[in-house]
């Protein structure tokens, strides 16, 4: 058993800012924005409300941000607060390897500890950059397992990227952060039957909150197991099943995961994405009318129907993890945004109707990002489409200006449109930025 | 899948005061006295120094009280650190079946809560009781299975036993119940593997903790799974292999888990207990000296190398876990108190050289509360003793007196002898106190 929580923690504390390629530090600057558009744009959504009411007699002092409102809570509550945002509107980035939405958890910790030590802009990205390395490969090393047990995998590896960010940011030294990842380790927590009720946001506020506790709690000298992560009874064994603890420790500081991060385009469930545009293509190109189709018929794979198969979803929550809601209104409207996720247009009589009209045929030989989409008219006629690789995906990536469109789309009805054009220049040049608790202020209101 | 979450959550509500035997309300009273005795005994422990540092900057206004101590806290963190202290010297009370140390989790929480709603002492005794059983059939639902992975147990069942303690006092509706006890099961936490290091008594503080924010947001509106027990992807079947669901609500409301718990007599792992007891008894009845000692032979439960298998422990919480530095140090002091896990008593000459000839052979024939000692002397002479049932064992359960004794011994350091004596008698006259936040002012120091 070779020491895999210590070389981690060592790299983490070694690693400087300049060992970084320039290729990573855009993608890093790219999460960073599509993370701050996805809390500001959540941050009006009841599960923040509900998180805010809950957390005022356990919080402390404010002085750290609530992005998208004017709140200021400690930096603990911050964090849980501003991960709620992040998730809540099912927006997020995601690592296609593991299912990780590293964005959320990692930035919302790093920037409530940002708001006390300080930090420039420069560390404050590469700490995003180590923690995004530090949960996706965590993740590696229990997925897919852990994951088909019914762990959701962004809360209990994300818990560690928090810890890794932070505990940089504080310059814990070698054996605080392998405590650091020890107190992370011990507190992963997160079921994915959570998926559909206010508990799935929570695990990434958890996450950050608790991440960012634990490189607090190892700098004030509070210990753990030092071999957390691969002892026989560590992290990886117990929550995962013949565990490829290589995958932590190989090409360390060589190869970065989050290169592989890939942005959604639309608010809802990942593995829907495929049908989506393929719903949309169709409803575009043939001009379709709800009233007049007699089925839609969906192979994909089966991922689909194992974590978005909500076929009566309850609310917009229930809605964003149901395909059969998102195709026929990806039909009906003809694109997917928010909107389309409303109490109001989930219960329109033309998509409840089309809604039932919606066949899905699990098939493992299709990937995540592809989907055959067929539309039978009643007339007879039948429309066809294949996405070979959906937007979005590693193959077919979101453009900076698609980033940009999407940021302002999730900002707009939040922000003044001056401080959106700050907010996004910061985030361009946030390496030059001397005190990074500038992009808090720019990503609140007043 | 019979609705397990809910007809436990409709328990919890329902039940009353009157329904409670009054057994089960001495033994809780006895739970309750001895929880405050290991709080305020441990409050003074480096763990609990070192935590109270770390969340000096996360925790809110103080309204709660730290036990032992004359700080206060926000309810949630005061739950954390009291549940830290109830750790902290390894002298919790246990649940044999589960191996689950309650008290400090569940009575943590409760109390915090009741400063703040406020609770009449009979309230309060019942939420413990409540509390008691949840934690205790949600483990047996999982346990040996969960405990055996590498799960601390008292960790990943306490927090929904802090959950229902708490949701009771906040008079939560059924559903609000259901909810709170999903909150807590997507927070479960808790790996053995930290056993030996502060993260074993962070355990406790969190699931204190959590299981309490668990009520608090369920009152507030926050949502979860309805199934999160029972589901396929629920708790019991990602935590546990083929759960027994059925411990979950069989004779729920006619039996009571909390007439099982035992107490400790000794400050260390429960499995060396029998051992402690074997050995304090043979140096006292032949007048043993370590130097005439040529060996110390150990035969017991399995249990005992698997969790308290430390050969050479490095400090305090170590030794606690170390059956080696136990046996030498119960023939070498003849006792077994605090003072003998203290960093000087174990790196005596005299006990680390007799701690080297300790041989412990496991023997799954040997119960948990068993063993055989036997003690071979230089000059070939051979003692030998058996422990059919351990004090503080279901079987020889501490008598009142006994408990009495261990309480003056936990708190005499800490608070003054007219103190002590008045909060006995309100541990005693719980059920009578109009108001049980005076508990937390006699806990106190000023």
Redesign the interface.
């Known amino acids: 058993m070779t020491a895999i929580t210590q070389t981690l923690a060592r790299y983490i504390v070694n690693s400087q800012p300049t060992d970084i390629p320039a290729e990573v530090e855009r993608e890093a600057r790219r999460c960073l924005m599509h993370w701050l558009g996805c809390s500001i744009g959540g941050s009006r959504e009841t599960?923040v409300d509900?998180?805010l009411?809950?957390v005022q007699?356990?919080?402390?002092?404010g002085?750290a941000s609530i992005l998208g409102r004017n709140e200021k809570l400690?930096?603990?509550?911050a964090a849980f607060v501003n991960g709620v945002s992040a998730d809540v509107l099912s927006f997020s980035d995601t690592h296609p390897a593991t299912l990780i939405h590293a964005g959320g958890v990692i930035g919302s910790a790093a920037l409530a500890i940002a708001e006390?030590v300080p930090a420039s802009g420069r560390d404050f990205l590469h700490a995003l950059i180590i923690g995004f390395e530090t949960a996706c490969r965590v993740g590696l090393a229990i997925y897919p397992w852990h994951y088909n047990?019914?762990?959701?995998i962004t809360g209990t590896a994300g818990i560690f990227g928090a810890a890794a960010a932070v505990g940089k940011l504080l310059r814990l030294d070698e054996q605080q952060m392998v405590y650091a990842l020890?107190?992370a380790?011990?507190?992963?927590?997160?079921?994915?039957?959570?998926f559909?009720?206010?508990?799935k946001n929570?695990?990434i506020g958890?996450a950050a909150q608790n991440g960012l506790?634990s490189a607090?709690?190892a700098?004030?000298?509070?210990?753990?197991?030092t071999?957390?992560l691969e002892?026989?009874?560590?992290?990886a064994?117990?929550l995962g099943e013949k565990p490829n603890l290589d995958a932590i420790t190989h090409n360390l500081g060589k190869t970065f995961e989050i290169l592989h991060n890939t942005y959604k385009p639309y608010p809802c469930g990942v593995v829907i994405h495929p049908i989506i545009e393929g719903c949309v293509n169709l409803a575009v190109e043939h001009n379709l009318s709800a009233e007049n189709i007699r089925g839609v018929a969906l192979r994909c794979n089966p991922y689909v129907i194992e974590l978005c198969g909500k076929a009566k979803p309850a609310g917009t929550l229930e809605a964003k993890l149901s395909v059969y809601h998102s195709a026929a209104a990806a039909i009906v409207a003809r694109e997917i945004t928010d909107l389309e996720y409303r109490p109001d247009f989930i219960s329109r009589a033309d998509v409840l109707a089309l809604r039932g009209k919606v066949v899905v045929t699990p098939d493992a030989t299709i990937r995540e990002d592809e989907t055959e989409v067929s539309v039978e008219m009643n007339s007879g006629e039948r429309y066809t489409t294949h996405i070979e690789h959906v937007i979005g995906s590693t193959e077919r990536p979101m453009s900076d200006a698609d980033m940009e469109q999407k940021f302002r789309g999730l900002t707009g009805p939040v922000l003044p449109a001056s401080q959106i054009d700050q907010l996004l220049d910061s985030c361009r040049n946030v390496s030059a930025l001397p005190d990074v608790a500038l992009l808090a202020r720019l990503a609140t209101t007043h």
Chains 1, 2 share one sequence.
């Open positions: 599960s509900v998180a009411a809950a007699e356990l919080a402390g002092k002085v400690d930096i603990g509550h006390r047990r019914g762990w959701h020890g107190i380790a011990t507190q992963s927590a997160g079921l994915r039957e959570m559909g009720s206010m508990c929570l695990h958890r506790a607090l709690f700098s004030k000298g509070f210990t753990s197991s071999q957390s002892a026989p009874r560590g992290f064994n117990v």
